[in-house]
C-alpha cells in the first residue's frame, strides 16, 4: 500500500528549496517591522505584532548556519506552532527569503549524510522536485533548541 501524500510549504533560504509541513505552518505574513529583544538568542530577531499578540521571530539563516542577508520584497515570516515544553505549542516566525508554494509529497528519502548545508538532525528527509530536491524540515526539532515562553525566545 502505497503512503499517503503529506503537504508541506516550500520555502527559499540561501537560494536552497526547504520545505515544513503545513500541520506545523500556520500561515505566512509579510516581511515588516520586528521589534529587538536584547540579550536573546543569536538567531532571535525579535518580536512582531500579529493582530495585537507579540510573535517571537527567527532568522532561518541564523538557525541553518547560514550568513544572515538583508531582507528583500521576498522576503515573508513563516509563523509556525513550536515547541514550547510539556507538550505545549507556541506561535513563533522564522524568515525565509521567499515562499514558493504548497504542494503534496510521498514518501521523504532519507537525509544524505554529507552536502547538505542544514544540520542532519534538523531534516526528516528530502524529496525530488523537478530536476532538484527539496530539503523537508523537522519543525519539531529545528525548533526545539529555542525555549519559547510567553512571546519571548530566550
Keep these: 500500500m502505497a503512503k499517503p501524500k503529506s503537504e508541506h510549504l516550500i520555502f527559499r533560504v540561501d537560494g536552497e528549496a526547504y520545505a515544513l509541513s503545513v500541520e506545523t505552518v500556520r500561515e505566512v505574513v509579510e516581511y515588516g517591522r520586528i521589534t529587538s529583544i536584547p540579550l536573546s538568542d543569536p ?54 527569503d521567499s515562499v514558493c508554494e504548497v504542494t503534496s509529497f510521498g514518501a521523504l528519502e532519507p537525509a544524505p549524510r554529507f552536502g547538505s548545508r542544514a544540520p542532519l538532525e534538523y531534516i526528516a528527509g528530502i524529496c525530488r522536485k523537478g530536476d532538484g530536491f527539496v530539503v523537508v524540515l523537522d519543525a519539531e526539532r529545528l525548533f526545539a533548541g529555542l525555549r519559547i515562553e510567553e512571546g519571548v525566545v530566550a
Excluded at 530577531?45 to 539563516?61: E, H, Q, T
Excluded at 520584497?73 to 516566525?93: C, F, M, N, Q, Y
Design 43 to 96: 538567531s532571535m530577531r525579535g518580536l512582531i505584532n500579529l493582530r495585537g499578540a507579540g510573535v517571537p521571530v527567527v532568522d532561518l539563516r541564523l538557525l541553518l548556519g547560514l550568513w544572515p542577508a538583508d531582507a528583500t520584497r521576498d522576503t515573508s515570516i513563516i509563523i509556525v506552532d513550536a515547541p514550547a515544553g510539556a507538550g505545549e505549542t507556541s506561535l513563533l516566525g522564522a524568515i525565509a
